[in-house]
Nanobody, 115 residues
Framework: QVQLVESGGGLVQPGGSLTLSCAAS????????MYWYRQAPQKERELVAA???????DYADSVKGRFTISRDNAKSTVYLKMNNLKHEDTAVYYC?????????WGQGTQVTVSE
């Protein structure tokens, strides 16, 4: 079955960097667009970044110029490189794929930006 497993979250100071990874299994990774979402406390889940099978990318305005999404089809893994992190980036980050008319989410990884 489809599985998405995120890793790489943690505590980082403002201005710091983190790279999140999402390892996928159970489907042909190379043909699906992949997404990163996040959910902060008391807020709705929001789309952060997306990457298509042809590696076209799109970003939320709040992270443009700071975050980079990429994928390694040989490893069935999608990454989110986050630079110049801000307090407002604190959230649980989720990997997502829409595959054959079903939605799949990872378990999430916590990113906390704090002194």
């Amino acid at each position: 079955q489809v599985q998405l497993v995120e890793s790489g979250g943690g505590l980082v100071q403002p201005g710091g960097s983190l790279t999140l990874s999402c390892a996928a299994s159970g489907f042909i990774f190379a043909i699906d667009a992949m997404y990163w979402y996040r959910q902060a406390p008391q807020k709705e889940r929001e789309l952060v970044a997306a990457i298509t099978m042809t590696e076209d990318t799109d970003y939320a305005d709040s992270v443009k110029g700071r975050f980079t999404i990429s994928r390694d089809n040989a490893k069935s893994t999608v990454y989110l490189k986050m630079n110049n992190l801000k307090h407002e980036d604190t959230a649980v980050y989720y990997c997502y794929v829409h595959h054959y008319d079903r939605d799949y989410w990872g378990q999430g990884t916590q990113v906390t930006v704090s002194e």
